[in-house]
Nanobody, 124 residues
Framework: QVLLEESGGGSVQSGGSLRLSCVAS????????LAWFRQVAGQKREGVAS???????SYSDSVKGRFTISQDNAKRTLFLEMNNLKPEDTAMYYC??????????????????WGQGTQVNVSS
């Protein structure tokens, strides 16, 4: 059973925009905090943005002001709108869920479920 399924990755030039989507199962959506993580090969996976069940959001400093996390309840879908993309945003992006985020990015150890990932490439 696929609990989280991402889409929307691709290649874009620096300064461009992309929107990632993640469809969550009925089991997860509305009951878990949802988040986006990213990982560059050989580096640690890092939190990018999260939205809790009370709709409180958190962002990493590196994306604050450029990325926006949101959700569509009717479609059980999580979004990550990424604007003014930079080459350093190049990574595999993962949708994730954790029981609670507490108005902050969840640590890796708190993540209960992961999506399969979608690649984002930003060229200079």
């Amino acid at each position: 059973q696929v609990l989280l399924e991402e889409s929307g990755g691709g290649s874009v030039q620096s300064g461009g925009s992309l929107r990632l989507s993640c469809v969550a199962s009925e089991y997860i959506y509305g009951s878990y905090c949802l988040a986006w993580f990213r990982q560059v090969a050989g580096q640690k996976r890092e939190g990018v943005a999260s939205i809790d069940t009370d709709l409180s959001t958190s962002y990493s400093d590196s994306v604050k002001g450029r990325f926006t996390i949101s959700q569509d309840n009717a479609k059980r879908t999580l979004f990550l709108e990424m604007n003014n993309l930079k080459p350093e945003d190049t990574a595999m992006y993962y949708c994730a869920s954790a029981p609670v985020c507490g108005a902050q990015l969840p640590p890796l150890i708190a993540v209960a479920y992961w999506g399969q990932g979608t690649q984002v490439n930003v060229s200079s």
